[in-house]
């Protein structure tokens, strides 16, 4: 995203500042060490100050480096294991894509590639379809991309006052960087998948560094929060057979969506503040118009930052009133068990439709 002029850095401090349910100033003597002491901390200057958490810091040189693309370590011999145990089932027929789509490739879209055509029915067979909508009537399969953001906790004191969950798609470095945020997801209720390690366009990756991406993003949540996720979206939507099959291989579920409020597109001449704004309220209206009575739906939004965040509060109420149901994309898909780990699980779509539970039970860490 461009500067924000001064204007909108008022606007968004106004409204960051409206978020903020917790009464208690926040002191110096902030616990920094806890998902609950960090997650008491008011002042979003505070939230971004790095901190030391040595359950993830001690094994980091068993990660690549933060923010680089990923590739198997020399030293991983359980990295190594787990390719070389799907790697012959991995399509070497589909090759490395480009970024845009080089204007040679097959117009029929052999590969299913969602960025050029926005498939999300594999033509290879044995793979799932992606989840792009809510399967349910008149659902909204709420979640939000790129986190955990280090200062989300306005936020995610909102969604905690409104009793709402959500589905929160983590980056591994993100969850390197910010450990602490990342069990609050978890603590608050809400469901957890893989967003990579660093955030590529996953076709243009080999097989082998798609696979790291998706692998060690899956290990990062599993040291830093307790679970391994078992559902995955892809950076940018960016997926084709190749990169599905291996996400399938490790127990990944596709989600993607249907629309899309370009709330972390920004650019200052093709899309605006005011573009996200229409985004959302055209959403609304055809969820309105009674677009989704048969089948739900699902709309791509971002933690990225405190736009994005405080975008999703201003249009909460409005998504509250045109969806009978705003829930996790997994209690949608009536999920309980979202990750590899059996302690820990979701209630049914059933369940969820009344009102919604506070706080699940925590994990030991």
Same mark, same amino acid.
């Given at each position: 995203?461009?500067?924000?002029?001064?204007? &909108?850095?008022?606007?968004?401090?106004?409204?960051?500042?409206?978020?903020?349910?917790?009464?208690?100033?926040?002191?110096?003597?902030?616990?920094?060490?806890?998902?609950? *002491?960090?997650?008491?901390?008011?002042?979003?200057?505070? =939230?971004?100050?790095?901190?030391?958490?040595?359950?993830?810091?001690?094994?980091?040189?068993?990660?690549?480096?933060?923010?680089?693309?990923?590739?198997?370590?020399?030293?991983?011999?359980?990295?190594?294991?787990?390719?070389?145990?799907? @790697?012959?089932?991995?399509?070497?027929?589909?090759?490395?894509?480009?970024?845009?789509?080089?204007?040679?490739?097959?117009?029929?879209?052999?590969?299913?590639?969602?960025?050029?055509?926005?498939?999300?029915?594999?033509?290879?067979?044995?793979?799932?379809?992606?989840?792009?909508?809510?399967?349910?009537? /008149?659902?909204? *399969?709420?979640?939000?991309?790129?986190?955990?953001?280090?200062?989300?906790?306005?936020?995610?004191?909102?969604?905690?006052?409104?009793?709402?969950?959500?589905?929160?798609?983590?980056?591994?470095?993100?969850?390197?960087?910010?450990?602490?945020?990342?069990? &609050?997801?978890?603590?608050?209720?809400?469901?957890?998948?893989?967003?990579?390690?660093?955030?590529?366009?996953?076709?243009?990756?080999?097989? =082998?560094?798609?696979?790291?991406?998706?692998?060690?993003?899956?290990?990062?949540?599993?040291?830093?929060?307790?679970?391994?996720?078992?559902?995955?979206?892809?950076?940018?939507?960016?997926?084709?057979?190749?990169?599905?099959?291996?996400?399938?291989?490790?127990?990944?579920?596709?989600?993607?969506?249907?629309?899309?409020?370009?709330?972390?597109?920004?650019?200052?001449?093709?899309?605006?503040?005011?573009?996200?704004?229409?985004?959302?309220?055209?959403?609304?209206?055809?969820? @309105?118009?009674?677009?989704?009575?048969?089948? *739900?739906?699902?709309?791509?939004?971002?933690?990225?930052?405190?736009?994005?965040?405080?975008?999703?509060?201003?249009?909460?109420?409005?998504?509250?009133? /045109?969806?009978?149901?705003?829930?996790?994309?997994?209690?949608?898909?009536?999920?309980?068990?979202?990750?590899? =780990?059996?302690?820990?699980?979701?209630?049914?779509?059933?369940?969820?439709?009344?009102?919604?539970?506070? &706080?699940?039970?925590?994990? =030991?860490?």
């Amino acid at each position: 995203m461009q500067s924000l002029s001064v204007y &909108r850095l008022h606007k968004l401090l106004v409204v960051v500042g409206l978020l903020h349910v917790r009464v208690n100033a926040q002191t110096s003597t902030a616990d920094r060490t806890t998902e609950t *002491g960090e997650a008491a901390i008011t002042d979003p200057n505070e =939230e971004c100050s790095p901190y030391s958490y040595p359950p993830v810091v001690n094994q980091l040189s068993a990660f690549p480096s933060i923010w680089e693309a990923a590739s198997i370590l020399s030293d991983d011999s359980a990295a190594q294991a787990k390719w070389d145990s799907i @790697s012959a089932n991995i399509p070497s027929n589909i090759s490395v894509k480009t970024q845009p789509p080089a204007s040679n490739y097959s117009s029929d879209d052999p590969d299913c590639w969602w960025t050029y055509s926005l498939c999300t029915e594999p033509k290879l067979s044995g793979l799932p379809v992606d989840i792009s909508a809510a399967p349910e009537p /008149s659902t909204l *399969g709420y979640g939000f991309d790129d986190g955990p953001n280090c200062s989300h906790n306005a936020f995610y004191d909102f969604l905690l006052s409104q009793n709402q969950k959500a589905t929160f798609y983590y980056i591994g470095s993100n969850v390197a960087d910010w450990p602490l945020e990342a069990q &609050r997801a978890l603590a608050d209720g809400h469901e957890i998948c893989a967003h990579t390690w660093s955030h590529p366009y996953m076709t243009t990756f080999s097989s =082998e560094a798609a696979f790291a991406e998706l692998w060690y993003s899956m290990q990062m949540i599993k040291l830093a929060v307790g679970v391994t996720p078992t559902c995955w979206r892809p950076p940018y939507g960016d997926v084709d057979d190749r990169i599905r099959s291996i996400a399938n291989a490790l127990g990944l579920q596709t989600i993607m969506w249907g629309y899309d409020s370009e709330d972390a597109d920004i650019n200052g001449q093709s899309i605006t503040d005011q573009t996200v704004v229409t985004n959302y309220n055209n959403f609304i209206t055809t969820a @309105s118009n009674g677009t989704f009575n048969f089948t *739900g739906a699902i709309i791509l939004t971002h933690e990225l930052n405190n736009f994005t965040m405080s975008e999703a509060v201003q249009f909460y109420s409005q998504l509250k009133s /045109s969806f009978q149901h705003i829930v996790p994309v997994g209690v949608s898909l009536n999920k309980t068990q979202p990750y590899v =780990e059996t302690n820990y699980s979701l209630p049914t779509f059933e369940q969820c439709k009344c009102p919604l539970r506070s &706080r699940f039970e925590e994990l =030991e860490f």
